[in-house]
Nanobody, 126 residues
């Protein structure tokens, strides 16, 4: 089992920045990919960013909607993955979830992730 705990959400004005953190514990050696997803009210959960942990370690991927504004990174010593979010827009408002996949490399698919955090709320005011 892998446990994930997100933190860093909050309320920010449009154009501002936030950094989300995801601390992993448990059988972290089994994780291949870490991802960030988000879900806005009334909408489906969607992919935001990913970083490979094992094969091709450090490779990153982003959704088109956040590319160039968000950066995913990791600190192996702390078993923590970060999502730096810059130039935030009101449409970025959502609950952000950290996820871990032990079976898939570099996947953007929700179903390919085995473990999920409880989510952290990000609200961007206009």
């Amino acid at each position: 089992q892998v446990q994930l705990v997100e933190s860093g959400g909050g309320l920010v004005q449009a154009g501002g920045s936030l950094r989300l953190s995801c601390a992993a514990s448990g059988r972290t050696f089994s994780v291949l990919t870490m991802g960030w997803f988000r879900q806005a009210p009334g909408k489906e959960r969607e992919f935001v960013a990913l970083i490979s942990i094992s094969w091709g370690a450090g490779q990153t991927g982003y959704s088109d909607s956040v590319k160039g504004r968000f950066t995913i990174s990791r600190d192996n010593a702390k078993n923590t993955v970060y999502l730096q979010m810059n130039t935030l827009k009101p449409e970025d408002t959502a609950t952000y979830y950290c996820a871990a996949s032990r079976t898939h490399y570099y996947s953007q698919k929700i179903d390919d992730y085995d473990y999920w955090g409880q989510g952290t709320q990000v609200t961007v005011s206009s």
